[in-house]
């Protein structure tokens, strides 16, 4: 288990196989549930709508691995993601980038449009 953390952004993610995926996913809900009952005793929360996950899959054996399941995380129910946002960038599943290239078109757009009305000198 690996953790990455940023500001209030607190990142879990493990490596796993096909075949040991189950016994990884149930550590990470182990983790995760040991974390949000920290958070309480501290006078923190946990908010699960806010609560990502996404299964990364590399090309080749794309095939091979099934849909990630939902994780349980106390009362929550985390449903797996097709894209999270993760410090300004989009990740998709398969890391191709595609929504963030697009996402990033879309804003460089939308910025540059009201330049076009500007009368040239």
């Known amino acids: ?10 990142q879990m993610y493990i490596a796993a196989s096909k075949d040991d995926l189950k016994v990884n996913i149930d550590t990470l809900e182990k983790c995760t549930t040991a974390v949000h009952q920290w958070l309480l005793h501290n006078g923190l929360q946990l908010n699960p709508s806010k609560s ?13 691995v099934d849909d990630a399941p939902s994780l349980q ?16 960038v ?21 910025r540059a449009a009201p330049c076009s009305s500007v009368p040239a000198c």
């Not at 990502?52 to 091979?64: H, K, N």
């Open 52 to 64: 990502e996950a996404i299964l990364f899959t590399a090309a080749r054996g794309r095939q091979f």
């Open 73 to 88: 995380v106390s009362d929550a129910v985390i449903q797996p993601s097709a894209t999270i946002k993760s410090l300004g």
């Open 1 to 10: 288990m690996q953790h990455h953390q940023y500001a209030d952004v607190t």
């Open 90 to 110: 989009t990740l998709d599943r398969h890391l191709t980038f595609d929504q963030h290239v697009a996402n990033v078109c879309k804003a460089c757009y939308t």
